[in-house]
């Protein structure tokens, strides 16, 4: 079993920064790829961004490709978010969510409670 805790989320004005962050804890040798994503009242989850396992590959979706940059710590369990020039459109709440491979689960998929962001024009 993974447990993951996010944080970082908060209330501010278009422009402005936030770096959210997700905790990993729990049985995490076999964390793998994690990632963001977020959803707004009213709308689906969509993904945010992708970070692999060893780092070297990275994905954004279209509308904050340039201003988001995900990252994972050396030790994999812990995954990062710089979110920059914010628009009211990225409010929301973030989800982290991470791959954990076991001999005895196979691969799951674990997600955080969430974090809101809410960004004021």
């Known amino acids: 079993q993974v447990t993951l805790v996010e944080s970082g989320g908060g209330l501010v004005q278009a422009g402005d920064s936030l770096r959210l962050s997700c905790a990993a804890s729990?049985?995490?040798?076999?964390?793998?790829?994690m990632a963001w994503f977020r959803q707004a009242p009213g709308r689906q989850r969509e993904f945010v961004a992708y970070?692999?396992?060893?780092?070297?590959?990275?994905q954004y979706a279209a509308s904050v490709k340039d201003r988001f940059t995900i990252s994972r710590d050396g030790g994999m369990t812990t995954v990062s978010m710089q979110m920059n020039r914010l628009n009211p459109e990225d409010t929301g709440a973030y989800y982290c969510?991470?791959?954990?491979?076991?001999?005895?689960?196979?691969?799951?998929?674990?997600w955080g409670q969430g974090t809101q962001v809410s960004v004021s024009s």
């Open positions: 969510r991470a791959n954990v491979w076991t001999p005895a689960t196979g691969s799951v998929d674990y």
């Open positions: 729990g049985n995490t040798f076999g964390t793998g790829a």
């Open positions: 970070i692999s396992r060893t780092r070297d590959s990275t």
